[in-house]
């Protein structure tokens, strides 16, 4: 119901009924207002001016504030009670939910499988296969098929590291296998990955064969999958990946990494001939990725099964958004049929630990509130870094900090429906009664 | 929205090319409203008589797909939902997510005027402006109308951020509103068993109001059709959020249903903004740690999907920094250009004894190091590389940054060592330490290598400068 009015028959209005303080408010103009039946309606008001004009009035109190009258002073204190208010809903309007699954999303996402078990011509106890999603991770539109893993770091060499990460590994530091033992051991690594960072020319120079024996030390130490990774030196790596390929022949390891601006022919054809899977890594954009997919497929002949992607991860605060985004448009690509991108994604979440935020004793800046201790501020950005990337993706996690290692697997696990835990009743969490 | 071409949008304006918005022409005009980067209101002949009808039709059709909440008055105001698409690359979302810090009416007036004076104040600088928080949130756990006045009373006199009403009473919520419906507080909640009594206040106080049904859609979306076949529709939805376990995932999926069916279906009777509770962490978890830590990662994600407006228990400050960087990374716009300009800017009031600093245009790593700079009082000249927007690292890496084009927009910013230093002395970012001698072939200069993280130049200052000789 709907009445039409205008401004100045307001006021004369309001003269009739001997609210006379709203007086002297001279309004210029005809301006036309448009009054529905209840919005704004004001039971207070409506009282003190009776039941018939109670529209008007809704829309009146709001016009007067409009014009700068106190008209709260004018009511004064509620003189309502609930009987003297207007008829009101009783029952509720019975409503079903109801909302449709995604049907664009037709292409699942390649299942790869890392470590290779005896009977596969390896060593491994315990295998991981990622991948075979049909859905964003998490969806109701259809089950994903494996949960997310962890693998941690190991390096060759002592590196220096965020405090709140390196108390976890004093011990161990100087030996790789006993590094990656305990990882697996206390930490609950699903998989461990092994960086061969002392071969770089700049740093050690460390020889591929003797690279190589660190990388059977390790496999011998622990029997989940791993991941080997160079230096990251584009001349030095294809050499180093492939003495390591070789000295693990048959284990199906994840080699890291095959990207644009280094020979990744030779990676992919060390891969192939060791029996390994291939990380094919770009820096955050989505074409190169799709481009080096291509090339290890079609110039490479790398098999679907033996690629998995990594887009590049960068920290919280630190362009979390573009990794994030890089990686939500990749997976949507893949699952509305995009051959070229449809393959699990691998994180270097470690990389959290560059953001200032989750290393410094307190901020560089005074005008900053307190940061607070640091050793549970590193932590958390590494478990939101990884999180974010989990929501748009991302299937492994190449992590550092075990508590972060802890919280991510949980989280994931609960959003995956994999971690049963007792249901609490929240219906009065207003209640909740905490320190 | 429901129109998507400026071609649609064209139709509806004066079409007179008069130029008060600022635009060329009204073509353009429309192109920004279709971005959603400027908005109708500048357009001021629309507003005009002539145009009335132009101006509803149009402003309907441009209506954000899910609805906009406004709550609180004055310069605190909070705008909640406004989101037109699902992933933020397909134009960007709107109103970054609204988070309430609780406080409670069984706390003493002491620890209550600490907690609210504390959440008002804090803040943390990032990329040229701080981050705050938004609201208050303020938990009736006595169950009595007055004990809740009274804490409200205490807060608004130490606060002017917006305020969550939180009680199951509509009697407790009503004493609330008494102090404080003319700052237009949200009232938490309405549910299946109180609607009627939290459907009068909000009529009666024109206040928005959240209606809670845990678990149960049919409910949530039966409440939300009542109260809009009844006139209101200020409202604000929440599906409950379940801490842990299954019940967690399930109510993750409620979120991404609601979402999809107020985005992509267009079901209007559920397109409203979505609140989510991650201080629900509490009630499992007896270790403050743990329960701050797990009360982030819900924060987390929710933010990543579609919670609009959120309450947190938390105040330390592991769980404030990731939850507020976590909504920076969801909610800044992907279409803004992320680089400064490429030219040497003054950091305090440099003379010729002071430094002369070097970093790149990215918006991200300019900001921290001037801010860096400025904070600590570091009167210099720094000069930003125009790498394209990447970052120090990676712009060394690329190639971008290199001793020729750093020595290059030296002299296109006219920036005259010999004129402006005494010195002739340039620092560089230890990131880009390979770029010594490069440099200093290029241009003549003698080069230092400055710390790799720029919050460590004050430290560093103290062993370098002023160079020797």
């Known amino acids: 119901m709907t009445k039409k009015i205008t401004l100045s028959k307001l006021n004369d209005l309001l003269k009739d009924m001997e609210v006379e303080a709203l007086e002297g408010v001279t309004i210029e103009g005809d301006i036309e207002l448009e009054m529905d039946a209840i919005g704004g309606l004001n039971p207070q008001l409506a009282y003190l001016l009776g039941q018939e004009t109670a529209q008007i009035a809704g829309h009146l109190i709001n016009i007067s504030q409009l014009l700068g009258y106190p008209v709260d002073q004018l009511l004064g204190k509620p003189l309502i009670d609930d009987s003297k208010r207007v008829a009101q809903p ?124 660190t990388v059977a030390d390790v496999l011998q130490a622990v029997d989940v999958p791993i991941v080997i990774g160079g230096s990251g030196n584009p001349e030095k790596d294809p050499e180093v990946l492939e003495k390591a390929a070789e000295i693990a022949q048959g284990e199906r390891v994840l080699l890291a990494s095959a990207s644009l601006n280094l020979d990744y022919e030779r990676i992919a054809a060390a891969a192939k001939q060791y029996g390994h899977v291939v990380l094919s890594w770009t820096q955050l954009e989505i074409n190169a990725q799709k481009e080096l997919n291509r090339k290890l497929m079609k110039q490479c002949n790398v098999n679907r099964e033996d690629i998995i ?32 991108l449809n393959f699990p994604m691998s994180s270097g979440t470690t990389n959290a630990w560059g953001a200032r935020e989750s290393w410094m004793i307190n901020s560089p800046l005074k005008e900053d509130s307190d940061w607070g201790p640091r050793e549970y501020r590193g932590p958390i950005w590494e478990i939101i870094t990884g999180l974010t990337l989990a929501l748009a993706g991302n299937d492994l996690f190449m992590m550092m900090h075990p508590a972060s290692v802890a919280v991510l697997k949980e989280i994931t696990k609960s959003l995956h429906g994999s971690h049963a835990r007792n249901p609490v009743d929240i219906s009065n969490w207003i209640t909740t009664k905490v320190l | 929205m429901k129109i998507n071409s400026p071609l649609e949008v064209y139709q509806y304006l004066p079409q007179t090319n008069c130029k008060e918005c600022g ?81 409670w009416d069984t706390m003493s007036q002491s620890d209550l005027i600490e907690r609210v004076t504390y959440i008002r104040d804090f803040k943390k600088f990032y990329v040229g402006r701080f981050l705050t928080l938004d609201m208050i949130a303020i938990r009736s756990v006595s169950g009595d109308p007055d004990t809740f006045k009274q804490a409200v009373t205490l807060v608004m006199e130490h606060t002017q951020l917006p305020l969550v009403l939180c009680s199951l009473d509509p009697a407790v919520l009503q004493a609330g509103l008494e102090v404080a419906a003319e700052k237009k507080p949200l009232l938490y909640a309405a549910t299946k068993d109180n609607w009627q009594g939290v459907y009068d206040l909000a009529i009666e106080y024109n206040v928005p109001v959240v209606l809670f049904a845990p678990d149960d859609l049919d409910t949530l979306k039966s409440l939300a059709v009542t109260f809009l076949e009844n ?5 604000i939805l929440d599906p409950g959020t379940n801490p842990q376990g299954r019940s967690l995932r399930d109510s993750f999926e409620n979120f991404l249903m609601i979402r999809r069916a107020g985005i992509k279906e267009g079901q209007n009777d559920v397109a409203f903004p979505l609140m989510a509770v991650p201080m629900t962490a509490y009630m499992t978890n007896d270790d403050p740690v743990s329960a701050s830590y797990w009360e982030t990662v819900l924060c987390g994600v929710f933010t990543v999907r579609y919670g609009d407006i959120m309450i947190l228990h938390s105040i330390e400050p592991y769980a404030l920094l990731p939850e507020m960087h976590i909504r920076d990374t969801v909610y800044t716009d992907p279409r803004t250009p992320v680089k400064v300009d490429s030219r040497v800017y003054k950091v305090g009031s440099p003379d010729k004894d002071s430094p002369v600093f070097v970093t790149t245009n990215f918006a991200l790593t300019f900001y921290t190091v001037e801010s860096d700079l400025a904070s600590n009082e570091i009167n210099c000249h720094l000069l930003a590389v125009d790498t394209d927007g990447l970052g120090v690292e990676a712009a060394v890496a690329g190639g971008q940054l290199n001793g020729k084009n750093i020595a290059d927009d030296f002299k296109k910013g006219n920036f005259d060592f010999s004129n402006k230093t005494n010195h002739n002395t340039v620092i560089i970012p230890g990131l880009a330490a390979r770029l010594q001698g490069d440099l200093e072939d290029n241009s003549g200069l003698n080069v230092m290598v400055g710390p790799p993280d720029s919050g460590r130049i004050p430290g560093w200052m103290e062993k370098n400068w002023p160079v020797e000789g």
Not at chain 1, 328 to 334: F, N, V
């Open chain 1, 90 to 213: 009783k029952e509720l309007i019975p409503s079903t939910f109801k909302v449709n699954k995604m049907e664009e999303w037709t292409n699942e996402i390649q299942e790869v499988t890392l470590g290779a078990s005896s009977s596969d011509g390896g060593t491994r106890k315990s295998i991981i296969t990622l991948g075979g999603e049909n859905a964003l991770p998490y969806y109701f539109d259809s089950p994903m098929p494996h949960r997310n893993h962890i693998t941690m770091d190991v390096f060759d060499m002592p590196i220096g590291m965020a405090k709140a990460v390196k108390s976890n590994y004093e011990d161990v530091m100087d030996s790789p296998a006993e590094w990656a033992k305990k990882n697996v051991k206390e930490f609950g690594a699903d998989m461990v990955t092994i960086h061969l960072i002392s071969t770089d020319p700049n740093i050690k120079d460390t020889s591929a064969k003797e690279a190589a024996e």
């Open chain 2, 231 to 235: 006139g209101y529709k200020d409202l």
């Open chain 2, 23 to 103: 635009e060329p022409t009204c073509m353009a005009f429309a192109s920004h409203l279709i971005d959603r980067s400027i908005k109708l209101e500048d357009c001021k002949p629309i507003l005009e008589d002539a145009y009335k009808e132009k101006y509803q039709e149009l402003n309907e059709l441009m209506a954000p797909e899910i609805a906009e909440v406004t709550i609180g008055v004055g310069e605190h105001v909070v705008t909640v939902g406004g989101d037109d698409v699902m992933y933020r690359h397909q134009l960007t979302f709107f109103n970054p997510p609204a988070f309430a810090l609780d406080v």
């Open chain 1, 309 to 340: 992607m990594d887009p590049t991860t960068a920290a919280l605060g630190y362009g979390l958004d573009y990794a994030y985004t890089n990686m939500e448009r990749i997976r949507l690509a893949g699952l509305i049929g995009d051959d070229e």
